[in-house]
C-alpha cells in the first residue's frame, strides 16, 4: 500500500471512530432527552393532582401544596432547560454526523479509486514483465533456428562428393521435416491453445524464423 491510499485509510479510521463517538453522543443525548420528557410530564401530572387538592384544604394542607408546588416548578424550570439544551445540541450532532459521513464516503471512494488504480498499476508490470520475458525467450527461439539452419548449411557444404552432399541434405529434409510435423501437432506433444484473453488474444501469431545476432 503506497504513502497515498495509508494515508486516505488512516483518514477512513479516523473519519469512523469520530462518527462512532458522536453517535454515542447522540444515543446520550437522546437517552437524556427521554428522560427529561418523562420528568416534566411527571411533574405535570403531580402539579394537576396538587391543584386538585388546593379546594377545601386546610391552612396546613394548603401551605404544604404550595410548597410541593414551587419544588416541582423549580424542578420543572430546570429539566425544561435541560431539555432545550438538549433538544439545540442534538441538531448540531446531527449535522455535524452528517457531514463526517458524507466525507467519510468520498474518502473512501478515493481509497476504493486508489486501489483499483494501483491494482491496474500492478496488473501492467506483471504483464510488461511476461512479455519482456517472452520477447527473450523468442529472440533466443529464433537465434537457436538459426543455429539450426547454420548447421545444415554447414554439414552440406562439408561434403566433398556430391553423393555425400546429397546425402547430407537428405538427411537435412528428415530433421526439418520431423521438426516442422512436431511444430504443427502441438496437441500431439501434449500443448493446449491458449482460449482465453481480450478480444480473443489465443489468435494472436509471433513469427519465429531463424535469426543470427548478439
Known sequence: MDTATMTATEKVTRISKRIETLKGRRRESESLLAVQTAKQQEFTAKRKKLLAE???????????????????????????????????????????????????????????????????????????????????????????FGSLHLCAFKGIHEQGAEEHRLAALHICEQVFAEFASKQVNLEARGLELVRTGFQNTSNTVIPIRPMVGG
Open 54 to 144: 388546593l379546594p377545601g384544604a386546610d391552612i396546613a394542607t394548603e401551605a404544604w401544596i404550595h410548597n410541593e408546588l414551587d419544588d416541582i416548578d423549580s424542578a420543572h424550570h430546570f429539566s425544561s432547560r435541560a431539555t432545550e439544551a438538549l433538544s439545540n445540541a442534538l441538531p448540531i450532532l446531527e449535522n455535524e454526523i452528517a457531514g463526517l459521513e458524507s466525507e467519510l464516503r468520498e474518502v473512501e471512494s478515493q481509497v476504493a479509486r486508489d486501489r483499483q488504480a494501483k491494482l491496474l498499476t500492478d496488473f501492467r508490470n506483471r504483464l510488461e514483465q511476461a512479455a519482456r520475458q517472452l520477447a527473450e525467450d523468442l529472440d533466443n527461439a529464433r537465434r537457436n
